[in-house]
């Protein structure tokens, strides 16, 4: 069985097609990067794989399941492109809040929050935070659950460079199966092993990054 099933997908918006025939497998416990230019459809298909939109055509299936089902719901962690936590939530409360939906130990929050660097901040409002440490909020919420599958969408955005290589660090050691969108080429490099590259909702070229880089 697959982690990740996506077959002949295609996704309107109106006129546009912003993903089109779209297929591909992903094996559990893979690092890959979904890898393209604005625009290209990287967002949409990961708010797909996270159960939030449909798809107009095509299969998808997560652990053979469907993505908005309860069973997929505990299994994921989704890291929307500019996530916005709680605004009028502090930082601690946002937290807990995810905490108390997915039946976490309260410990692995000051935990998250110590290793990035937030726990000055517990008791502010994520309104009130600068968006660098938002976005470092919202990759909390996202891993707080120990999620076996990770969606995370130009994760690096916003961060400053400790802060990008703290981030990393972090999700190099996490056991899950990862999809993490970005257009930078550098930033693919750095968090997977595999590469799917989209662009114009097509798929280009996938396979194992060493290839893609002994290719030049
Ligand atoms: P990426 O994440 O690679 O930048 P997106 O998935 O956000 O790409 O967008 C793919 C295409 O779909 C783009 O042409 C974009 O303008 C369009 N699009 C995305 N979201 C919407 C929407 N809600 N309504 C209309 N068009 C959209
Ligand atoms: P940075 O990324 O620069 O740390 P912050 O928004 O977290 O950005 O903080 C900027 C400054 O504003 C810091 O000195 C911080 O202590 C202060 N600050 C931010 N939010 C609050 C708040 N709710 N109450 C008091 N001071 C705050």
């Not at 025939?21 to 990067?33: D, L, P, S």
């Not at 625009?39 to 998808?60: C, F, N, Q």
């Not at 190099?172 to 997977?192: E, F, G, K, P, Q």
């Amino acid at each position: 069985m697959f982690c990740i099933s996506v077959k002949d997908l295609t996704k309107r918006y109106g006129n546009v097609i912003a993903l089109y025939n779209v297929t591909f497998n992903i094996e559990c416990n893979e690092k890959w990067a979904l890898l393209g230019p604005n625009g290209a459809g990287k967002s949409t298909m990961l708010k797909i794989l996270a159960g939030l939109i449909k798809p107009d055509k095509g299969e998808v299936r997560i652990m053979d399941k469907d993505p908005s089902s309860p069973e997929v719901r505990k299994i994921l962690g989704y890291l929307p492109e500019d996530a916005d936590p709680f605004p009028g939530l502090s930082v601690i409360d946002n937290l807990k809040f995810v905490a108390s939906l997915r039946d976490v130990d309260e410990s692995k929050i000051y935990d998250l929050l110590d290793l990035l660097d937030l726990r000055q901040y517990m008791n502010y409002k994520a309104s009130t935070l600068s968006r660098g440490n938002r976005q470092k909020l919202a990759i909390a919420m996202a891993i707080l659950h120990n999620p076996s599958l990770l969606l995370l969408d130009e994760p690096l955005n916003y961060l400053d460079i400790p802060s990008q290589e703290t981030v990393i660090d972090l999700f190099s050691r996490l056991n899950s199966t990862l999809l993490v969108s970005t257009h930078i080429l550098s930033v693919a490099d750095r968090l997977a092993t595999k590469v799917l590259i989209i662009s114009n909702g097509t798929i280009r070229w996938i396979g194992d990054f060493s290839l893609l880089r002994s290719m030049g």
